[in-house]
């Protein structure tokens, strides 16, 4: 069932931004780092024997899993941290949106894969709508808003999911589900020590004796980090890049619900009209690659009679 890991995946995803933007007094690097070291401890029981056995496997593909590792592990969530000192939770939501239409093109022009109309449309419609849930309907205002800094950070978010979801769909097989995630988040671990440190010396060393950021800590560490990471790789693996990706734009939809929840903002009618626009769009691209599989399989059961 990869379209009900997706849906889990998109509300790990959600949780990921609301906790992140709880957090936000603590900085980046920090959030990135702890949120990791708490994946590592959780991963290293039920990864280290599979990764063990696997280290052949890692040595021959080290360039496509260094690829995976910093685009997935080691950034991704590090800028969308930096991203959330900056701009709210809403505009980091909707600009990961942009990431299903940045994968559908580097898909497309780097592994050729073939996209027909009704996904592309798919794609641009569930694109809309998540657009419209954030700017509350008013689409114009999108090209009248001046971009701030986490606006720009984000981009290199998406650019890191985008390449991520691609290369995942080529190389992730080969690695062993959870060993491979120890392997990743214990590099991504060692990766971002010197950053912290630099982080630390610039500025102060944040105060973590407070329970609510080792509760926080906690959730992103294996939720978003890890289990959200194996569904995803899962999704991708039976769906393609381009088609799991797409889901990604359920995320201003769930993140907005949570906000009402959590937070208690309310949800206006242009947010409801958008999240049908984005269901829409989902269900169209969704459904044009299981009618292309229904069909391939009905050729070989026909040829094979």
Request: charged share 10%; glycine share 8%; hydrophobic share 55%.
């Amino acid at each position: 069932m990869p379209y009900l890991l997706l849906i889990f995946v998109v509300l790990f995803y959600a949780g990921n931004i609301l906790t992140g933007k709880a957090m936000n007094d603590l900085p980046p690097f920090t959030i990135a780092f702890f949120r990791l070291l708490v994946a590592f401890i959780f991963l290293l029981p039920i990864g280290i024997k599979s990764a063990w056995k696997a280290r052949n496997t890692f040595r021959e593909y080290k360039g496509p899993f260094l690829i995976m590792t910093l685009t997935g592990v080691t950034f991704f969530n590090t800028f969308i941290y930096g991203a959330l000192q900056f701009t709210t939770a809403s505009n980091v939501s909707v600009l990961e949106t942009v990431i299903p239409v940045v994968t559908v093109v580097l898909s497309a022009l780097i592994v050729k894969e073939k996209l027909p109309l009704i996904k592309w449309t798919g794609v641009a419609l569930s694109f809309l709508g998540a657009v419209w849930v954030v700017m509350d309907g008013r689409l114009l205002e999108l090209f009248s808003s001046s971009w701030n800094v986490g606006d720009v950070i984000m981009i290199g978010a998406i650019s890191c999911w985008a390449i991520y979801s691609i290369v995942v769909k080529q190389y992730m097989h080969l690695f062993p589900a959870y060993g491979v995630l120890l392997v990743m988040t214990g590099m991504s671990v060692l990766i971002l020590l010197p950053f912290v440190a630099v982080e630390w010396t610039i500025g102060s060393v944040p105060s973590l004796g407070e329970v609510k950021y080792w509760i926080g800590f906690l959730y992103l560490g294996v939720f978003p980090s890890v289990i959200a990471l194996v569904f995803y790789n899962r999704a991708v693996e039976r769906l393609g890049a381009s088609q799991a990706s797409v889901f990604l734009n359920f995320l201003p939809v769930v993140t907005m619900i949570g906000a009402y929840v959590w937070l208690g903002e309310t949800i206006k009618l242009p947010e409801i009209a958008g999240a049908f626009i984005v269901i829409a769009g989902v269900i169209l691209t969704t459904r044009a690659g299981t009618r292309k599989k229904r069909k391939s399989l009905n050729y070989k059961k026909t040829s094979y009679n």
